[in-house]
Nanobody
Framework: QVQLIESGGGLVQAGDSLRLSCATS????????MAWFRQAPGKEREFVAR????????DYLDSVKGRFTISRDNAKNMLYLQMSSLKPEDTARYYC???????????????????WGQGTQVTVSA
């Protein structure tokens, strides 16, 4: 069983930066495809970014491209999301997720991910 613990969220102003971290344990981190999702109050969980097992392939939500960067350190069992030029519409609870699947038709859908953290809140004020 894989455990995921997010950290790094907080209250920031528009234009600021934050780095989210996801510490993993209980499994072989390098065996999992990883992703970040977010969920704002009253909205569905939304894909933000994903990264392949070795870290060579990444995908992003269009609205965060050029502002967010997903990365992983397989030696430290850590996943990161560097967020810059934050906007009020980025306000949400951010979750990291792990997938055991070796292939996914659509890696942007939550159903493809087997393990989830509890999330970390990011609030961006105007």
């Amino acid at each position: 069983q894989v455990q995921l613990i997010e950290s790094g969220g907080g209250l920031v102003q528009a234009g600021d930066s934050l780095r989210l971290s996801c510490a993993t344990s209980g499994g072989f981190f390098s065996n999992y495809a990883m992703a970040w999702f977010r969920q704002a109050p009253g909205k569905e969980r939304e894909f933000v970014a994903r990264i392949s097992r070795p870290g060579r392939v990444t995908d992003y939500l269009d609205s965060v491209k050029g502002r967010f960067t997903i990365s992983r350190d397989n030696a430290k069992n850590m996943l990161y999301l560097q967020m810059s030029s934050l906007k009020p519409e980025d306000t949400a609870r951010y979750y990291c997720a792990a997938s055991r699947r070796t292939s996914m038709v659509d890696p942007t859908t939550p159903v493809n991910y087997d393990f989830w953290g509890q999330g970390t809140q990011v609030t961006v004020s105007a």
